[in-house]
């Protein structure tokens, strides 16, 4: 049997057990009763495994460009030097974004910008309710810095929560910096942190209040030698003991081509050595001006750059796979590797074959 059956078994079984455990943790008389103990551990594992295991095959939905912090790992105030036009995402754009995915069988989106904050547009709330409606979306992730996590948006989220029967909504996901103003100041260029923190705070409350069961998963992004204690921070976020509560500590940047070094921060090394092309190219990233783009990472996008920018929205589905497959049999048959590809330490390979991919329909086509 190979890794990736044992893998898709693992999952399948997983989800499987999830949703029957958050069923029987929905039950009012367990979720206020000590039997809801027995629950949150069985729930906690899954998210934590599913979370891990999501792979290098899905959405990235990038619904605003714009962006209200200057984080130093992030190219972001490079691109608004440039001629693009940072902007959110028109609801117009939108529909043509998911009459294109009715077309595929992607099962994740992930409203994650390449830069840009998905909550700084406003109809936030309404995207990710349309997007639950997608039959062949099974999760869907979400993640901000949480600035604007105010007590609007904290009541709009519970309100999708509350709707959102097949709990489509997986996870709710922090980018954070260290856990202090100054280094936050450091790390984010924005002097927001006591902000982030209520917000974080107040969501968690509410969300303990409604008896929710949203994985929230802080990511802190720090400096190489900055202590962080977890334990504690979680106490102080968390006063009202909010059960489905994750974090993690990330050290180690991407070092992006072009964007400025920091001496408090460690660079992931060059990867020298990359065969074949990256798997993350089968990602779709769906840009807030219309533009399809292979891969969504921050790399992905460099200023003044469009490597691996696929088509618009207004292009065919058959379209934009050609020009995917242009790209990955470049690299793969003449070594031609995509210019952000070149020094990106996120660089994976784990030879995935596109012709028994189920992902995408067109694919069988094409190789
Ligand atoms: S090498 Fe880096 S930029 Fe290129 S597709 Fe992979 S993760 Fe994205």
């Known amino acids: 049997m190979s890794k990736g059956s044992v893998n898709s078994t693992l999952l399948n079984t997983l989800r499987f057990k999830r949703r029957i455990a958050l069923k029987v943790y929905s039950i009012t008389f367990i979720?206020?009763?000590?039997?809801?103990?027995?629950?949150?551990?069985?729930?906690?594992?899954?998210?934590?495994?599913?979370?891990?295991?999501?792979?290098?095959?899905?959405?990235?939905?990038?619904?605003?460009?714009?962006?209200?912090?200057?984080?130093?790992f992030c190219p972001y105030v490079d691109i608004t030097k440039t001629d693009k036009k940072i902007q959110t995402m028109s609801s117009e754009i939108y529909d043509k974004v998911l009459e294109k995915l009715h077309q595929v069988n992607y099962k994740i989106i992930s409203f994650t910008p390449t830069t840009g904050d998905t909550l700084v547009n406003q109809n936030w709330d309404h995207y990710i309710q349309k997007s639950l409606s997608l039959q062949s979306i099974e999760y869907v992730l979400l993640y901000t810095n949480g600035i604007l996590m105010n007590e609007t948006n904290i009541e709009k989220l519970i309100v999708l929560l509350k709707t959102d029967k097949k709990k489509k909504i997986f996870s709710l996901l922090f980018?954070?910096?260290?856990?202090?103003?100054?280094?936050?100041?450091?790390?984010?260029?924005?002097?927001?942190?006591?902000?982030?923190?209520?917000?974080?705070?107040?969501?968690?409350?509410?969300?303990?209040?409604?008896?929710?069961?949203?994985?929230?998963?802080?990511?802190?992004?720090?400096?190489?030698?900055?202590?962080?204690?977890?334990?504690?921070?979680?106490?102080?976020?968390?006063?009202?003991?909010?059960p489905f509560l994750g974090?993690?500590?990330?050290?180690?940047?991407?070092?992006?081509?072009?964007?400025?070094?920091?001496?408090?921060?460690?660079?992931?090394?060059?990867?020298?050595?990359?065969?074949?092309?990256?798997?993350?190219?089968?990602?779709?990233?769906?840009?807030?001006?219309?533009?399809?783009?292979?891969?969504?990472?921050?790399?992905?996008?460099?200023?003044?750059?469009?490597?691996?920018?696929?088509?618009?929205?207004?292009?065919?589905?058959?379209?934009?796979?050609?020009?995917?497959?242009?790209?990955?049999?470049?690299?793969?048959?003449k070594k031609e590797i995509p210019m952000p590809c070149q020094k990106c330490t996120m660089y994976r390979c784990d030879a995935v074959t596109l012709k028994n991919d189920p992902t995408n329909p067109i694919w069988k086509e094409l190789y």
């Open 175 to 242: 980018s954070l910096g260290g856990f202090d103003e100054k280094t936050y100041l450091f790390m984010f260029g924005v002097d927001k942190f006591n902000q982030v923190i209520e917000n974080i705070k107040h969501l968690l409350t509410r969300l303990q209040q409604e008896k929710l069961d949203l994985l929230i998963h802080l990511e802190f992004r720090i400096p190489f030698e900055y202590q962080v204690n977890v334990p504690s921070i979680k106490k102080g976020l968390n006063p009202t003991n909010y």
């Open 247 to 333: 974090t993690r500590i990330l050290r180690e940047f991407l070092g992006i081509e072009g964007l400025k070094r920091y001496d408090e921060v460690c660079y992931r090394d060059d990867l020298q050595d990359k065969p074949n092309a990256c798997s993350y190219l089968r990602k779709t990233r769906f840009a807030a001006d219309g533009g399809i783009w292979a891969d969504g990472c921050v790399v992905s996008e460099l200023p003044n750059e469009s490597t691996l920018k696929l088509g618009t929205v207004n292009d065919s589905w058959m379209d934009i796979e050609v020009k995917r497959k242009q790209i990955i049999d470049a690299w793969n048959i």
């Open 31 to 72: 979720n206020r009763s000590f039997l809801k103990h027995l629950i949150i551990p069985v729930i906690s594992v899954c998210n934590y495994v599913i979370l891990r295991k999501m792979g290098n095959c899905f959405v990235e939905m990038e619904i605003s460009s714009i962006c209200n912090s200057r984080c130093i």
